[in-house]
């Protein structure tokens, strides 16, 4: 399966990400990603565009910003600066990710207090949709390398309806799954 991850997409040796560049990905992304989308566009920038990690790169500290605290996209962003550039690339990354953003929140909540900004709301929902399609069309490409596996898809599956149509919480389709899906790949590794 790793060898699936590896082949979709290689880090290029030849490049290199200086602070400057990590600032302007990070600048970037923080000003204009709504919600979620910022991970799309992490993962865009970093792994298919400038080719500085590989897929599985990514994933692992995907993985790992999901048990820290904070935002996630934060805490992607500085994981990542930390692997290109070290301790300063974490703290450009981390700047870089939340003063843009910080900004553009600060200046969309004072044009809210006008009551006859219509506009502005109907925007806000707009990209809130987008942002829930960038994160379902992100999903779909990061499970890609599974797709032959039929336990990893029935899985991804029966976590996908137990959340969107039973409305199980995030704790229960831990308990559920969790073991369901480490007893099943201890025993098709047996196998």
Known sequence: MSAVIDDIAQPDASTHATLLDIALIFGVISATAFGGSSIVMMRRELILRRKWMSEREFLEIYTLAQVCPGGLPISIAVLCGKRLAGIPGFFVAL??????????????????????????????????????????????????????KIVDLTLMALVGLSVTLLHFALWSVFLVFLPISIALVRLLKET
């Open 95 to 148: 700047v870089a990710e939340t003063v843009p953003g910080f900004v553009v929140l600060m200046s969309l909540a004072l044009l809210s207090f006008d009551p006859h900004m219509t506009v502005l709301r109907a925007g806000l929902r707009g990209a809130a949709a987008a942002a829930l399609g960038g994160l379902v069309a992100n999903a779909i490409q990061m499970s890609y390398p599974f797709r032959t």
